[in-house]
T-cell receptor, first 113, second 113 residues
Framework: DVKVTQSSRYLVKRTGEKVFLECVQD?????MFWYRQDPGLGLRLIYF???????EKGDIPEGYSVSREKKERFSLILESASTNQTSMYLC????????????FGNGTRLTVT | GDSVTQMEGPVTLSEEAFLTINCTYT??????LFWYVQYPGEGLQLLLK?????DKGSNKGFEATYRKETTSFHLEKGSVQVSDSAVYFC????????????FGDGTTLTVKP
């Protein structure tokens, strides 16, 4: 079974801090994604990556960056956390092809105070 | 661009009732269609999928048929259980958007005993 592991379930950070959210998948998937989930707004794509060292902006990349140095690991970085980045963050991966379903981690609930 | 519209919630049903959650989509080409389920405190997981017109996806008593003529992928279950209480997301993965998925806003289902 594919496993997508997010390093933290809950995280509390202060405004202005640099925040790292880590995601690791164990099935050699090429594609990895970061979403945020907010009530009433559904899932919104922040960044995605097709391969090591490659990254593409999603729908809401502002205030975020990503890093993919190894195929299995995809990190989301908040350079200077703000209160409007308080949210649930979901990492997902899948193999190439549009009929391949996404496999999600359990999410990181980030609170910025 | 691609879009997914699903029935607004929340939906509240009694145990053993019939469930329908409507989903319609707009996409170019021939997308694959998915239903994901999110149980409280967890990430999303694949419920079922269909990859071409007239395909029926099914799992755990849930079914959905890919209807190209009506651009729909409605989720149905004949007899819901309390354990089906969750948020349900309709999604598509198009053959022209390089592996990215487009999600509906989610429908919250509560089943009462």
């Amino acid at each position: 079974d594919v496993k997508v592991t997010q390093s933290s379930r809950y995280l509390v950070k202060r405004t202005g801090e640099k925040v790292f959210l880590e995601c690791v998948q164990d099935m050699d998937h090429e594609n990895m994604f970061w979403y945020r989930q907010d009530p009433g707004l559904g899932l919104r794509l922040i960044y995605f990556s097709y391969d090591v060292k490659m990254k593409e902006k999603g729908d809401i990349p502002e205030g975020y960056s990503v890093s993919r140095e190894k195929k299995e690991r995809f990190s989301l970085i908040l350079e200077s956390a703000s209160t409007n980045q308080t949210s649930m963050y979901l990492c997902a991966s899948h193999t190439q092809g549009n009929n391949s379903p996404l496999h999600f981690g359990n999410g990181t609930r980030l609170t910025v105070t | 661009g691609d879009s997914v519209t699903q029935m607004e919630g929340p939906v509240t049903l009694s145990e053993e009732a019939f469930l329908t959650i409507n989903c319609t989509y707009t996409a170019t080409g021939y997308p694959s269609l998915f239903w994901y389920v999110q149980y409280p405190g967890e990430g999303l997981q694949l419920l079922l999928k269909a990859t071409k017109a007239d395909d029926k996806g099914s799992n755990k008593g849930f079914e959905a048929t890919y209807r190209k003529e009506t651009t729909s992928f409605h989720l149905e279950k004949g007899s819901v259980q309390v354990s089906d209480s969750a948020v349900y997301f309709c999604a598509l993965s198009g053959d022209t958007n390089a592996g990215k998925s487009t999600f509906g806003d989610g429908t919250t289902l509560t089943v009462k005993p």
